[in-house]
Each structure stands twice: as C-alpha cells, then as structure tokens.
T-cell receptor
Framework: DAKTTQPNSMESNEEEPVHLPCNHSTISGTDYIHWYRQLPSQGPEYVIHGLTSNVNNRMASLAIAEDRKSSTLILHRATLRDAAVYYCILRDNNQGGKLIFGQGTELSVKP | GAVVSQHPSRVICKSGTSVKIECRSLDFQATTMFWYRQFPKQSLMLMATSNEGSKATYEQGVEKDKFLINHASLTLSTLTVTSAHPEDSSFYIC??????????FGPGTRLTVL
C-alpha cells in the first residue's frame, strides 16, 4: 500500500484557517486521497476525498498538488470541535476499497 | 451518510472468556464491512474485511481462529474475540463502505480483559 507522511501534531487558534499537509510521493494513478478525522474515544469520521482536482465540501477543502505527490486539507475557520487526529489515506478502489491508516496529525485548537 | 452502530459500547470480561461485538448498518445494506482495532495512542489497524455470505479476509498477522467474523446479513457483522487475554484489550471499530467512496465508522467498542 502506498504510504503517506504527516506531521505528528499541529496547533491552531480558534477561528483561524488551518492547513494540514500530507506527502504521498509514491501515489499511483488509481489512488484516491481520503481524509478522515477521529475525535477522542470515537470512530473516525469522513472529511473529504479527491483524485486530481481540488475539492470543497461543507467541512473542508482539499488542495491536491499537480503531480499528486502531496495534498493539503484546509479547515477554513477552526473551532474547538475540530480538535482531533486527522488521517490522510490513499485508497485504491481496485483493492476492495480498504483503508490503511497512518499515524495522522493531532490537531489542537486554542481558544 | 450511512449510520453504523456497535454493541456493546464497552465490555469488561475475565481472561479466557469469549466476547462478541456486533456491528450494524442501520440504513444501508452493506455487502462489505471492515473491522479495525486501536490501541491507546496508536492509529487504527485494519484486522479484516467482512463479506456478506462468505468468509472474511484477514490482514497479515491477524489470527482468524482468534478473531471470528460472521457477516450473515447485509446489516450485521459480528466479531468474536475467543479466549480473550489482557493483550486483546483494545478499542474495536467497524466500518461500512458506501458507493466505493467513503467509509462510515461505528462508535467503537472498548474491550477490557482482566
């Protein structure tokens, strides 16, 4: 499985934008880039995913580099409820769609 | 998105007993469900892929005789931890795949083996 690299932790101030980076230099053409987040003692929650083009939804935006070797999850205005571990995952739908989680980035949000 | 429930949310058992964890897809017929476990301060580790009406596919290093998976219907998959020991204490999470795009996760079951 292709691997992703994320910073172990990041800190943000409430109501400010947050840019969470992810490197995936060995990404293949069929890999989708998925982001999930996990609050303490809960199951992960889907955030966003994309293949080549930038994506926006009500939770976040996903900016994908032109060579697809990196991506950035953007939270436009961080809230205290956004404090979580954010996982960047490459998913190959040709392999049953299973998700292989890396270590993720623990985001803390200061009031 | 799909709504996934797990039961129980928390279980404490004695060493040597077996524990069954249920995963239900409440509003989506799931031919495939996934089982993960997570130790404290660690990431999720995929244990197995549960396929409705057929045998589960286990990830390398996961003992299939230890972790029995049954996916008898499109809305229910069960994970049985047989002869549980303290090292099996963990947070067990299931997920349901929808439209081959996103997965929706259950709230997790915290197993403590004394």
């Amino acid at each position: 499985d292709a691997k992703t690299t994320q910073p172990n932790s990041m800190e943000s101030n409430e109501e400010e934008p947050v840019h969470l980076p992810c490197n995936h230099s060995t990404i293949s053409g069929t890999d989708y880039i998925h982001w999930y987040r996990q609050l303490p003692s809960q199951g992960p929650e889907y955030v966003i995913h994309g293949l080549t083009s930038n994506v926006n939804n009500r939770m976040a935006s996903l900016a994908i580099a032109e060579d697809r070797k990196s991506s950035t999850l953007i939270l436009h205005r961080a809230t205290l409820r956004d404090a979580a571990v954010y996982y960047c995952i490459l998913r190959d739908n040709n392999q049953g769609g299973k998700l292989i989680f890396g270590q993720g980035t623990e985001l803390s949000v200061k009031p | 998105g799909a709504v996934v429930s797990q039961h129980p949310s928390r279980v404490i058992c004695k060493s040597g007993t077996s524990v069954k964890i249920e995963c239900r897809s409440l509003d989506f017929q799931a031919t495939t469900m996934f089982w993960y476990r997570q130790f404290p301060k660690q990431s999720l580790m995929l244990m197995a892929t549960s396929n409705e009406g057929s045998k589960a596919t286990y990830e390398q290093g996961v003992e299939k005789d230890k972790f029995l998976i049954n996916h008898a219907s499109l809305t229910l998959s069960t994970l049985t931890v047989t002869s549980a020991h303290p090292e099996d204490s963990s947070f067990y999470i299931c997920s349901v795949g929808q439209f081959e795009d996103t997965q929706y996760f259950g709230p997790g079951t915290r197993l403590t083996v004394l």
